[in-house]
């Protein structure tokens, strides 16, 4: 069974709009939650991660994500989007009882300049 | 070092070929994973090495697929007798520990293999 969601494939936005893309897994146990990113062409690198603490997260480039335990989500946030937020976004989870890394399908984010 | 490096970066093999890939992680690192990337499928893990532990291999999907890692470095992901459903870009990712709870669980990936099977 799929653990992590990611319920859009496809986003598109205008420059400015806000945006939120969702996660969702399905492990109940403890977990550390991760946001990649692939721009175009380029290697997938870490935007932001929870391990502890404060649900908040903020990451590079303006985002931020908010863990909420009880709806197993992790959704991704940032205010006012950018041409330059064109990527594929992963959302991924390390699960405590094996300390595997699952991502999510990936959403493909598109700003119209 | 520099960071995460695979070879090739392209792989173009006959249906029925074994070919090996490479993956040389960051001096140091412990976590060493595989993932395959196919449109529309995301990341699909393969295997997962953990320092001196017996690797993960729940996610190789047949048993066509084998890697090893010597030395606790460099790793090798080995397909036999290739299909055409084999091709994809074949990502390995190091990171300093794989723990969870832990605030050094950060991957760094490699810019991938594009397999192909003709």
């Known amino acids: 069974a799929q653990s992590v969601s990611q319920h859009n494939h496809h986003v598109i936005l205008s420059e400015a709009a806000s945006l939120e893309l969702g996660c969702n897994y399905s492990?109940?146990?403890?977990?550390?939650l991760f946001w990649y990113v692939q721009y175009p062409g380029q290697h997938l690198q870490l935007l932001l991660k929870y391990f502890s603490g404060d649900p908040l997260v903020k990451g590079i480039k303006g985002f931020e994500a908010e863990f909420i335990k009880s709806k197993f989500s992790f959704n991704l946030r940032k205010p006012s989007v950018q041409w330059s937020d064109t990527a594929e976004y992963f959302c991924a989870v390390m699960r405590n009882r094996d300390d595997k890394i699952i991502f999510g399908k990936g959403t493909r984010l598109h700003i119209l300049p | 070092g520099a960071g995460v490096s695979q070879s090739p970066s392209n792989k173009v093999t006959e249906k029925g070929k074994d070919v090996e890939l490479r993956c040389d992680p960051i001096s140091g690192h412990t976590a060493l994973y595989w993932y395959r990337q196919s449109l529309g499928q995301g990341l699909e893990f393969l295997i997962y090495f953990q320092g001196n532990s017996a690797p993960d291999k729940s996610g190789l999907p047949s048993d066509r697929f084998s890697a090893e890692r010597t030395g606790g470095s460099v790793s090798t992901l080995t397909i036999q007798r290739t299909q055409q459903e084999d091709s994809a870009v074949y990502l390995c990712?190091?990171?300093?520990?794989?723990?969870?709870?832990?605030?050094?669980?950060?991957?760094?990936f490699g810019p991938g293999t594009r397999l192909t099977v003709l």
């Open positions: 990712a190091s990171s300093l520990v794989s723990l969870a709870g832990s605030s050094y669980n950060e991957q760094f």
């Open positions: 492990y109940g146990g403890t977990v550390n």
